[in-house]
């Protein structure tokens, strides 16, 4: 079953803690983005990656790291620096024009 | 950066019923899409319109493109029930083509049965 996975789905974060959002395609898809999304507005792009051992800062970088040591996976920290983690944050793969979207993680704040 | 800019409305509508959405860019573009967001869930991309096109058409949906006024509407034909989500406009720039998409803030459309 072809796809992209997000874990957890619900994650809680303390003060001061980083965490990592985990991201896993088996799309063989080169290219794999994250997005952050606050209710009422839309998508803001944080990280985008197009090729292993490569990655850009988006828009909204600041607060966050990622890596890509493998093709399949697109992990995602949220560090302490960024001090207003909470939202709804996807993962995409894309081929040609199109993306494809996980089923996203809710982050909130303790 | 932001581009894709949907008119803000919460659209509801009965079953049967067209529902349109609009959406607005700034700078130019190689392509935009459209994609629908169903609640808590990730989005599934519904249609893709290249900028030298002008009209298309995939099932109950029809996009149009207009590069003049930098605008584009979603039209959903004889909407059900299961249309019920939020639908977002993605503008692929000119400047960084597909690698960096810009949405909109999404349109809440509810077909009431």
């Known amino acids: 079953d072809g796809g992209i996975t997000q874990s957890p789905k619900y994650l809680f974060r303390k003060e001061g803690q980083n965490v990592t959002l985990s991201c896993e395609q088996n799309?063989?898809?080169?290219?794999m983005y994250w997005y952050r999304q606050d209710p009422g507005q839309g998508l803001r792009l944080i990280y985008y990656?197009?090729?292993?051992?490569?990655?850009q800062k988006g828009d909204i970088a600041e607060g966050y790291s990622v890596s890509r040591e493998k093709k399949e996976s697109f992990p995602l920290t949220v560090t302490s620096a960024q001090k207003n983690p909470t939202a709804f944050y996807l993962c995409?793969?894309?081929?040609?024009?199109?993306?494809?979207f996980g089923s996203g993680t809710q982050l909130s704040v303790l | 950066s932001q581009q894709g800019e949907e008119d803000p409305q919460a659209l509801s509508i009965q079953e049967g019923e067209n529902a349109t959405m609009n959406c607005s860019y700034k700078?130019?573009?190689?392509?935009l899409q459209w994609y629908r967001q169903n609640s808590g869930r990730g989005l599934v991309h519904l249609i893709l319109?290249?900028?030298?096109?002008r009209e298309k058409h995939s099932g109950r949906l029809r996009v149009t493109l207009d590069t003049s006024k930098k605008s584009s509407s979603l039209l959903i034909t004889a909407s059900r029930a299961a249309d019920t989500a939020s639908y977002f406009c993605a503008t692929a720039p000119a400047t960084y083509g597909n690698n960096r998409l810009a949405f909109g803030k999404g349109n809440q459309v509810v077909v009431i049965p």
């Open positions: 799309l063989n898809h080169d290219a």
């Open positions: 995409a793969s894309r081929t040609g024009e199109k993306l494809f």
């Open positions: 990656s197009q090729i292993v051992n490569d990655f």
């Open positions: 700078t130019s573009i190689n392509n």
């Open positions: 319109i290249r900028s030298n096109e």
